[in-house]
Every structure is written in C-alpha cells, then in structure tokens.
C-alpha cells in the first residue's frame, strides 16, 4: 500500500511560481512511476509530467504534457519518500486540482491515469490574471 498526500497549492498571480510536494508512505516508493495530473473545473483530468526508472533503476526518465514543457519540473527524492512538481511562468488555464499518483506496473502507458494504482487527494492551484 502507498498513501499520497499532496501539499503546497495556493493562489499565484500569472507568471508566478509554486512548488507542489508529494510524500508518500510504504516502503516501496522508490520503485514506482510517479505521475502527476490535473483537473480543471469541467473537465477530465489530465496527464501533466511523470518520474519514472529505466535500466534497472539506475537512470530515470521524465516526461511532461506539451502544454507545461519548458515550464514544469518534475523531481524526486526517494531518501524523503516526495516528489515534486515545480511550476513556473504559470497561466490562467494551469488552474486546476493537481494530483500525484503511483503506478506499479512500468510497462502500463504512464499518460493513462486508468493504469495507476494510488492517487492523493489533490491540491487546489489557482492562478489569477
């Protein structure tokens, strides 16, 4: 079992940045994808970044939606069980609930949030022009 627990949304004026955090219990975290979602106000909820491990768990791949690259960082640190979403130059339409989830299976398509196993609760960032 891991248990999620998102922190660090708020209110952020355009151009703004926030820096969300994730902590996660169970002591298999360091071997999961790390994914990161959001869902805005009518509408489905969607891929924004991932932390995931290749060759063995000796390198790590991330990957980010189009729509937050250039603009989003997402990072890890196993030793504090968190991961994190740095979000800079932030717009109007970056305001949604921001999920962290955790995916087991590395083979599962890590842009379908159908495949992760546990999700937190979400935290509300606004971002206001």
């Known amino acids: 079992q891991v248990q999620l627990v998102e922190s660090g949304g708020g209110l952020v004026q355009v151009g703004g940045s926030l820096m969300l955090s994730c902590a996660a219990s169970g002591r298999t975290f360091s071997i999961y994808t790390m994914g990161w979602f959001r869902q805005a106000p009518g509408k489905e909820r969607e891929f924004v970044a991932t932390?995931?491990?290749?060759?063995?768990?000796?390198?790590?791949?991330?990957d980010y939606a189009d729509s937050v690259k250039g603009r989003f960082t997402i990072s890890r640190d196993n030793a504090k069980n968190t991961v994190y979403l740095q979000m800079n130059s932030l717009k109007p339409e970056d305001t949604a609930v921001y999920y962290c989830?955790?995916?087991?299976?590395?083979?599962?398509?890590?842009?379908?949030?159908?495949?992760?196993?546990?999700w937190g609760q979400g935290t509300q960032v606004t971002v206001s022009s």
């Open positions: 989830a955790a995916l087991r299976d590395s083979n599962k398509d890590y842009r379908d949030l159908q495949g992760y196993d546990y």
């Open positions: 932390h995931r491990w290749s060759g063995g768990g000796i390198t790590y791949y991330h």
